[in-house]
C-alpha cells in the first residue's frame, strides 16, 4: 500500500501567519520605528560638514544577527512545549521537513526586511548595498539562525544559549590573538576553542558587505566559516528532531 503524505506546502500560510503575528511581527515592526527615527536624526560626521541623516549598516546587522537568533529561538520548542507536536504531526509529514520550511520561510522574512532597509537607507540616509545587505543577512541567518534553531530542539531558551555562544567566542577569539600575552600551549588551546567555537568574531569582516564597494575574495573565508558552520548545526538539528518522541 503506497504512504499518503501531507501536502507540506499547505502549512506554508499557517507557518508564516504565526511567525508573522509572533516574533516576525515584533522584528518588523521595531524595524520600521529604527527606521523612522534614523530619518529624523542628523549627526556631523568627523567634526565636519553639514549635519547628515546617519547610515542604516547597523540596522542590517541587527536584523542578520539579533534578528536571525529572535526568529529561530522558538522554533522547535515552543511546538513541543505546548504540546502542538501531537496535532501538528497527527499527519504523516515529516517533522525535518515541516520545521526545514518553517526555517526557509523565516528566513525569507528576514531577507525581505534586509532589503527594505537598504532600501530605505538608501532614500533617507547613506545608502547600503541592496546585494549586501541581503548577502550579509542570508548568511548571519544560516550561521546564527542555524546554531539557534539546532539549540531549539532541546531547550526552550535558545536565544539566551546564542548570546552566551556570542559573548564567549568574541573573548575566546581575543585570546587566540597572535599577539596575545600567553605561552604557546595556551595560545594552541585558545586558538583550538577558537576554531570549535562559533565564529560570531567575523562579523568584522562580514561587516565589509555592507559597504559600497565589498571586497568579496577578502571575506570568503569569513563568509564560508559562518555558513559551513550554521549547516552543521542545521544538519546536527536535524538528528535530534528525528529522535525526538514524535518520530517513533
Known amino acids: 500500500m503506497a504512504?499518503?503524505?501531507a501536502r507540506l506546502g499547505a502549512y506554508a500560510r499557517w507557518?508564516?501567519?504565526?511567525?508573522?503575528?509572533?516574533?516576525?511581527?515584533?522584528?518588523?515592526g521595531i524595524v520600521l520605528l529604527q527606521i523612522w527615527i534614523a530619518s529624523r536624526t542628523q549627526v556631523i560626521e568627523?567634526?565636519?560638514g553639514p549635519p547628515r541623516t546617519p547610515s542604516l549598516d547597523w540596522l542590517v546587522q541587527l536584523v542578520g544577527l539579533?534578528?536571525?537568533?529572535?526568529?529561530?529561538?522558538?522554533?522547535?520548542?515552543?511546538?513541543?512545549?505546548?504540546?502542538?507536536?501531537?496535532?501538528?504531526?497527527?499527519?504523516?509529514?515529516?517533522?525535518?521537513r515541516y520545521y526545514a520550511q518553517a526555517f526557509a520561510l523565516r528566513g525569507l522574512v528576514l531577507l525581505l526586511l534586509a532589503a527594505l532597509t537598504s532600501l530605505l537607507g538608501a532614500w533617507i540616509a547613506h545608502p547600503v548595498p541592496l546585494l549586501g545587505a541581503v548577502a550579509y543577512t542570508a548568511v548571519m541567518y544560516v550561521f546564527a539562525g542555524g546554531v539557534t534553531a539546532?539549540?531549539?530542539?532541546?531547550?526552550?531558551?535558545?536565544?539566551?544559549?546564542?548570546l552566551v555562544l556570542y559573548l564567549a567566542s568574541i573573548e575566546v577569539a581575543q585570546l587566540a590573538a597572535a599577539d596575545a600575552p600567553m605561552g604557546p600551549v595556551a595560545h594552541a588551546l585558545w586558538r583550538a576553542a577558537h576554531v570549535i567555537m562559533p565564529p560570531f568574531s567575523q562579523q568584522t569582516f562580514l561587516?565589509?558587505?555592507?559597504?559600497?564597494?565589498?571586497?568579496?575574495?577578502?571575506?570568503?573565508?569569513?563568509?564560508?566559516?559562518?555558513?559551513?558552520?550554521?549547516?552543521?548545526?542545521?544538519?546536527?538539528?536535524?538528528?535530534?528532531?528525528?529522535?525526538?518522541?514524535?518520530?517513533?
Open 150 to 162: 539546532c539549540q531549539s530542539t532541546v531547550w526552550r531558551f535558545a536565544w539566551v544559549g546564542s
Open 46 to 48: 568627523s567634526g565636519v
Open 3 to 5: 504512504i499518503v503524505r
Open 66 to 96: 539579533l534578528g536571525s537568533i529572535y526568529a529561530t529561538s522558538s522554533l522547535v520548542s515552543e511546538d513541543r512545549a505546548r504540546g502542538y507536536y501531537r496535532f501538528l504531526f497527527a499527519k504523516p509529514v515529516g517533522p525535518v
Open 207 to 248: 561587516h565589509g558587505m555592507l559597504v559600497s564597494a565589498p571586497q568579496w575574495g577578502d571575506i570568503a573565508g569569513s563568509i564560508a566559516w559562518c555558513v559551513g558552520y550554521g549547516l552543521i548545526a542545521l544538519v546536527a538539528g536535524a538528528f535530534v528532531i528525528r529522535g525526538l518522541e514524535w518520530a517513533r
Open 15 to 28: 507557518q508564516l501567519r504565526d511567525f508573522i503575528l509572533g516574533p516576525g511581527g515584533i522584528t518588523i
